[in-house]
């Protein structure tokens, strides 16, 4: 059987943790040859070095993407390892603070603007010459939080509306070149955002996403690197400028309605992904 991304070739930013790694290991199996991009700090040369032990086809490109001379030399390399590109993956993003606005620093706001923001306008306009050459496709790690909005959430909501509202401009802008352009929403998921012991989440917040979210658990990266691979697969022939919610229903959810959530729900699938470095993720502010 035909894999779904056989001859493919993609770069995923944020590719060393969470759901990055998930994205670049689940685009790995399924043929596409993948740069793993992401901060020097983080475990790019691990997921690289994991997919070609497994058989696959991976380097590591390390750099602050942020950076247009950066971004560039990605797709450069891409280019000159692989032959083309094909899919980006705009996953990188930081969560640096949980604040009320009034408290939230000016500092974590501007981290979220380069790494939520910048980066991913300054990837996807590198990367376009080359996607447009091979009819490609970008896919934008957009937010919950950017969906609905969320207290003490509220500056990195407005990071992942932005990337929403610039997904749809792509989607209608590129068209005419034959590249499409989609968001994936995720919700709570089970990475180091999301417990308190490695993210800006207190306690009561790390209860409340389970809780609040229909299904009862938190999300696993694996199960949001699926819907990244419908997108950026050919079964999505038809589909552009959408927003894929993987949240567990939270975006719709009212109160403790988790608590209610039958126990097949409530069990995590077992997954195929051999992931070591879903709890990595840096949220710290860096210089």
Not at 204 to 210: F, G, R, S, V, Y
Not at 242 to 262: F, N, Q, R, W
């Amino acid at each position: 059987m035909k894999k779904r991304l056989e001859d493919k070739v993609a770069i995923v930013t944020g590719g060393g943790s969470g759901i990055g790694e998930a994205i670049c290991k689940k685009f790995a199996n399924e043929g596409a040859r993948v740069v793993v991009a992401g901060f020097p700090e983080d475990s790019v040369e691990e997921v690289a070095n994991e997919i070609t032990k497994a058989g696959g086809k991976a380097v590591a490109f390390t750099g602050d993407l942020s950076v247009e001379a950066n971004a560039r030399k990605c797709v450069e390399l891409t280019v000159q390892e692989f032959g083309k590109l094909d899919i980006l993956i705009n996953n990188a993003g930081v969560f640096p603070e949980v604040n009320l606005v009034t408290d939230y620093t000016e500092e974590a706001f501007d981290y979220m603007l380069r790494h939520n923001n910048k980066t991913t306008f300054l990837m996807s306009k590198a990367a376009l010459p080359e996607l447009q050459k091979t009819k490609g496709n970008i896919v934008i790690a957009g937010s919950e939080a950017g969906m609905v909005g969320i207290p003490q959430n509220a500056a990195y909501g407005g990071t992942k509306a932005f990337n929403h509202a610039f997904m749809r401009g792509l989607a209608v802008e590129q068209a005419q070149f034959g590249v499409r352009c989609n968001c994936v929403g995720p919700g709570p998921i089970d990475t180091a955002w999301t417990h308190a012991s490695t993210g800006p989440m207190d306690k009561e917040m790390e209860k409340t996403n389970k809780i609040a979210t229909p299904i009862g658990r938190l999300g696993t990266p694996e199960e949001v690197a699926n819907v990244y691979l419908f997108l950026a697969s050919a079964e999505a022939s038809y589909v552009t400028g959408a927003v894929y919610m993987v949240d567990g229903g939270i975006t719709l959810g009212k109160g403790p309605i988790g608590e209610k959530a039958d126990s097949s729900m409530k069990q995590e699938p077992e997954g195929d992904l051999d992931l070591k470095h879903s709890m990595d993720g840096h949220t710290s502010i860096r210089e």
